[in-house]
T-cell receptor
Framework: SQKIEQNSEALNIQEGKTATLTCNYT??????LQWYRQDPGRGPVFLLL?????KEKRKERLKVTFDTTLKQSLFHITASQPADSATYLC????????????FGAGTILRVKS | NAGVMQNPRHLVRRRGQEARLRCSPM?????VYWYRQLPEEGLKFMVY????????ESGMPKERFSAEFPKEGPSILRIQQVVRGDSAAYFC?????????????FGQGTRLTVV
């Protein structure tokens, strides 16, 4: 069956460190993979999109990698800040019908000062 | 350009009543997704619509739930004869293109409480 798996346990890190979040998928062959941030009580906000032919994408303190052989994406936040505390979701295309966008369950990140 | 607008933000319904959730996508966006989220859980895909067409409704319960995205006006998610288990946050997202090739813009959600 198809799965998108993200760390179910919260990630607690110290301010200034690099946070690394993992997204693994099974039985998908996505051409695109996305990462979103969700704060409590709010809708998700888009962060980064990476294509299958891109190994790495950067935006300010954010970096995403996409390994189609391992079927894995890593999401890094460097020099983390308490304001980065949120739930981070990965999303990709479910390809059965018309490319719907499906999400992992998300990983909670807590950055402590 | 206003973002994705969902209303109402909060909706309380008694068991057996109907719930109508509205989503106005961003201007120029013809792709709309509906998701359901329970506390401490991820976004569960419900339905994907393109103007006047249901593209994929594989995540939507076969009974009581329906969705539409008419040529004019907002997308509507309708839940008939609500039960307590329907209590959740319902999010709508819109996109100018299909799938994951471009970002999706989310509304703030409608929190449905069934009493």
């Amino acid at each position: 069956s198809q799965k998108i798996e993200q760390n179910s346990e919260a990630l607690n890190i110290q301010e200034g460190k690099t946070a690394t979040l993992t997204c693994n998928y099974t039985n998908y062959s996505p051409a695109y993979l996305q990462w979103y941030r969700q704060d409590p009580g709010r809708g998700p906000v888009f962060l980064l999109l990476i294509r299958e032919n891109e190994k790495e994408k950067r935006k300010e303190r954010l970096k995403v990698t996409f390994d189609t052989t391992l079927k894995q994406s890593l999401f890094h936040i460097t020099a983390s800040q308490p304001a980065d505390s949120a739930t981070y979701l990965c999303a990709l295309e479910g390809t059965e019908y018309g490319n719907k966008l499906v999400f992992g369950a998300g990983t909670i990140l807590r950055v402590k000062s | 350009n206003a973002g994705v607008m969902q209303n109402p933000r909060h909706l309380v319904r008694r068991r057996g009543q109907e719930a109508r959730l509205r989503c106005s996508p961003m201007k120029g966006h013809s792709h709309v997704y509906w998701y359901r989220q329970l506390p401490e859980e991820g976004l569960k895909f419900m339905v994907y619509l393109q103007k006047e067409n249901i593209i994929d409704e594989s995540g939507m319960p076969k009974e009581r739930f329906s969705a539409e995205f008419p040529k004019e006006g907002p997308s509507i998610l309708r839940i008939q004869q609500v039960v307590r288990g329907d209590s959740a946050a319902y999010f709508c997202a819109s996109s100018p293109r299909r799938g994951a090739r471009t970002e999706a813009f989310f509304g703030q959600g409608t929190r449905l409480t069934v009493v």
